[in-house]
């Protein structure tokens, strides 16, 4: 059963601390796309990647946000520094885009709590 | 501009049929998707409709019209366990690469 796995569920910090968050991609699956999720703001993409090439992170911000993918097995999204309005769930989903749209799988997400 | 529109919230009774309705503004079209998220929970995916008219899904059909920008999600025989929020979401294919925007998301209790 082929699922995306992220780390870690939960995470508390305090403001200012530096957040890594983890994402294991379904395998064989060519795209990879975080997302964050609030009450106020909906799912938003931050970014995406294909082929393990960054093609969009105009949702994320510049300053204190970057996102990675070291290997096709793992992608990574760090805050440094991290502040209270960054709290939310991040969601990492994957798929595998060959020329049409298709289905994206979401990995059960990272709640951050930033205090 | 990227605009999605959807109720926020709905209820309905058990057993009964609900529909629920998105309407979209996006520059390019390649597909409509919805997705089911239960409360604290991921999305998973629903139905996706590329064409004009009605994709049937067991108790859930999705409708696309892309002529006036507009889909439904059509949930029957309604069960307790689908109280969830269900979004719709869009791939414009812009850029040339495929990304889905997300409208906000529709919050459906069903009681019994």
């Known amino acids: 059963d082929a699922r995306v796995t992220q780390t870690p569920r939960h995470k508390v910090t305090e403001m200012g601390q530096e957040v890594t968050m983890r994402c294991q991609p379904i395998?064989?699956?060519?795209?990879v796309f975080w997302y964050r999720q609030t009450m106020m703001q909906g799912l938003e993409l931050l970014a995406y990647?294909?082929?393990?090439?960054?093609?969009?992170d105009s949702g994320m911000p510049k300053d204190r946000f970057s996102a990675e993918m070291p290997d096709a097995t793992l992608a990574t999204l760090k805050i440094q520094p991290s502040e209270p309005r960054d709290s939310a769930v991040y969601f990492c989903?994957?798929?595998?885009?060959?020329?049409?749209?298709?289905?994206?799988?979401f990995g059960p997400g990272t709640r951050l709590t930033v205090t | 501009g990227q605009n999605i529109d959807q109720p926020t919230e709905m209820t309905a009774t058990e057993g009964a049929i609900v529909q629920i309705n998105c309407t979209y503004q996006?520059?390019?079209?390649?597909?409509l998707f919805w997705y089911q998220q239960h409360a604290g929970e991921a999305p998973t995916f629903l139905s996706y409709?590329?064409?004009?008219g009605l994709e049937e899904k067991g108790r859930f059909s999705s409708f696309l019209s892309r002529s006036k920008g507009y889909s439904y999600l059509l949930l029957k025989e309604l069960q307790m366990k689908d109280s969830a929020s269900y979004l719709c979401?869009?791939?414009?294919?812009?850029?040339?690469?495929?990304?889905?925007?997300f409208g906000a998301g529709t919050r459906l209790a069903v009681h019994p």
């Open positions: 989903a994957s798929g595998l885009d060959d020329g049409g749209a298709y289905e994206q799988y």
């Open positions: 395998l064989g699956h060519n795209t």
């Open positions: 990647f294909r082929n393990r090439a960054p093609l969009d």
């Open positions: 996006t520059s390019g079209f390649n597909g």
């Open positions: 409709n590329v064409l004009d």
């Open positions: 979401a869009v791939s414009p294919f812009s850029g040339g690469y495929n990304k889905l925007i």
